[in-house]
């Protein structure tokens, strides 16, 4: 393909969806390595620089934290934790004193193993190691005296090309700014993709090598729906795509055009996401995640504590369904306190449920504050349990809720055998929500933290669309509903799916709400089943993407 009205497309994973068009910004690439050489400085007062390059570092991004708030504050105090942990320093000190090597040689070298030693042990640690790398090139970066590494301050909106992105360069994105963001690497479960979503910027990502094709300024539109990258586009595309700026609204109830219903939901991870949740029109919450006050701590929080925490979310959504997910340790968030941070493989570990084998009374005491601060806050409560594998697991979770009093007790459909085994899961428990992140990452093997494994972790899949095919067939012989909590449901294309294979709620970023709800009102059940049949009938998932694309042509016309 050519330019203008025949632009080049280059495909990748459409990860937020939506069109924007403008000029191609790089962003500032790291230093680099710094050579290894002997270093004629005085070893202390290079140990001295070391400390102050990464007292500055942790509170620029600290102060950075201060400025904003949600999951963005989060990611940005998490890298800031890290730029001043002493350890990481002591070792780079260490080196410029036995080793006579520069201050930056020597950062380079002490993050470079602690990233490595994060990267073999997988799973959560491999997570944070995206993060030290980060750090690393931060403080070399101040070291040298060059520029700070990340995204270019630029006062013209732009397109934003990288290779990949910290957490903490994507937690800073001005949607204002920066329109549309085009990766080489990543995933639809990476950090950039969700929060690319949470703040409604149009992302196509694992672009691979095709990345090398875009310059500098250089116009391009990228469409986040269908993950395709056009460069040089015609004047009118760019124009087309510049005159959708506005965020689309909802306003309950979420139906399809012939009036099918479709709860629309919020995903809350902290107390404070509660209330714009609720002013953004979600219906309720589908995925109440209670990790947040356990976190960071080294022991359980009491009774009282979780009561205070969970209350100003069912105070947002009082009288209406607040799915509340019991803990999910181990993995991704590991806790001194419940969880073993030596396991060879955490994913595949004691983690969500699990852990209540050996820790019963931290699951009940939580059970406890949960009914507690049902009754004192009066909301509609539906409790689940993370990482259900067998039915055993189901019946005791229900007994355990029954016996606090929790009357609406659900399984969280995360491993391929909670899918299969479905129906006899929901003869026990009164609903299933259905976590796509988790469910992709063990139907295909493919740990949802690596990079290199980034084209296997797409919901799209046909083996992980016959799962949920499965669980919605398992809920419909139960009269149980099954809802989708997971990053699927924020997918529009992928919402008209999941609805026509028998979905009955769809729970997402509260970004999100606006565009599935105008997807799902423009076309009917018979629609959406007819899309669920292509998709689930594709040798693969570009296949089942495409064919849902060109069969439902208003997701074009919707710039979705």
């Keep these: 393909m050519t330019h203008g009205d025949h632009p080049v497309g280059i495909s ?85 004193r036995a080793d006579r090597v520069s201050p930056e040689r020597a950062v380079w070298e002490a993050a470079g193993a602690v990233a490595d030693q994060f990267e073999s042990l997988g799973g959560y640690l491999a997570e944070r190691a995206r993060d030290v790398i980060d750090v690393r090139d931060r403080i070399v970066a101040y070291l040298l005296g060059a520029p700070t590494p990340g995204v ?43 929060l690319a979503r949470a703040i409604g910027i149009p992302a196509v990502v694992g672009i691979g090598e095709a990345v090398e094709q875009i310059s500098t300024d250089m116009v391009v539109l990228v469409d986040g729906g269908a993950g395709q990258v056009y460069l040089d586009p015609s004047e009118e595309a760019v124009a087309a795509a510049r005159e959708r700026t506005t965020v689309r609204t909802f306003t309950p109830p979420g139906t399809t055009k012939d009036g099918h219903r479709v709860e629309l939901l919020a995903n809350v991870g902290e107390a404070e996401d509660a209330e714009p949740a609720a002013a953004s ?53 590991p806790l001194p306190f419940l969880t073993d941070t030596d396991e060879t493989n955490p994913a595949l570990g004691v983690r969500g449920y699990r852990t209540s084998w050996q820790n019963p009374d931290v699951l009940d005491h939580q059970l406890t504050a949960i009914a507690r601060a049902a009754d004192e806050y009066e909301a509609d409560v ?54 796509t992140n988790d469910l992709v990452q063990y139907t295909l093997a493919a740990d949802r933290l690596l990079g290199a494994l980034a084209p296997l972790s797409t919901p799209w899949d046909p083996a992980v669309l016959r799962l949920i095919q499965l669980t919605c067939t398992g809920g419909q012989a139960q009269g ?20 026509g294979l ?16 105008a997807l799902l009102g423009a076309v009917t059940h018979q629609e959406c089943q007819a899309a669920a049949g292509l998709a689930l009938a594709a040798d693969s998932a570009d296949d089942a993407r495409r064919a849902v694309r060109e069969a439902l042509p208003v997701l074009a016309d919707l710039a979705l």
């Design 281 to 333: 029109g979600a219906e309720g919450v589908g995925l109440f995640r209670t990790e947040f006050c356990f976190l960071d701590r080294d022991d359980e929080p009491t009774i009282d504590e979780q009561v205070a925490a969970y209350g100003p979310v069912m105070a947002a959504f009082a009288g209406k369904k607040v799915v509340i997910r019991t803990l999910d340790a181990g993995a991704d968030k």
């Design 12 to 96: 990748g994973a459409g990860v937020s969806p939506g069109r924007a068009a403008g000029p191609a910004v790089w962003m500032t690439s790291a230093a680099g390595e710094p050579p290894k050489r002997r270093s004629s400085a005085d070893p202390e007062v290079s140990a001295a620089a070391i400390a102050d390059a990464a007292s500055a570092v942790g509170r620029d991004l600290a102060d950075r934290a201060e400025a904003t708030d949600g999951t963005a504050r989060d990611v940005l105090e998490a890298t800031a934790q890290i730029a001043q942990d002493p350890t990481l320093v002591r070792d780079a000190q260490q080196r410029v």
């Design 502 to 517: 028998g979905v009955a709620s769809l729970s997402m970023t509260p970004r999100a709400l606006g565009d599935v709800a």
């Design 382 to 435: 539906w409790v689940m349990a993370p990482m259900i594998s067998r039915v055993a697991e189901a019946e005791d979770f229900v007994a355990r809720c029954t016996a606090h009093g929790l009357r609406t007790a659900g399984v969280m459909v995360e491993v391929p055998s909670a899918a299969l085994l479905a129906g006899p899961l929901l003869a026990r428990a009164a609903f299933a929500s259905i976590g």
């Design 152 to 194: 270019p301050r630029r006062e013209e909106p732009f397109i934003l090309v990288a290779r990949d992105l910290a957490p903490a360069d994507t937690a800073q994105l001005d949607p204002e700014i920066v329109r549309g963001l085009v990766t080489e690497e990543g995933g639809p479960t990476s950090h950039t993709a969700i």
């Design 480 to 499: 149980r509903p099954v809802g989708v909590c997971g990053e699927a449901a924020a997918s529009p294309a992928l919402a008209a799916v999941l609805v």
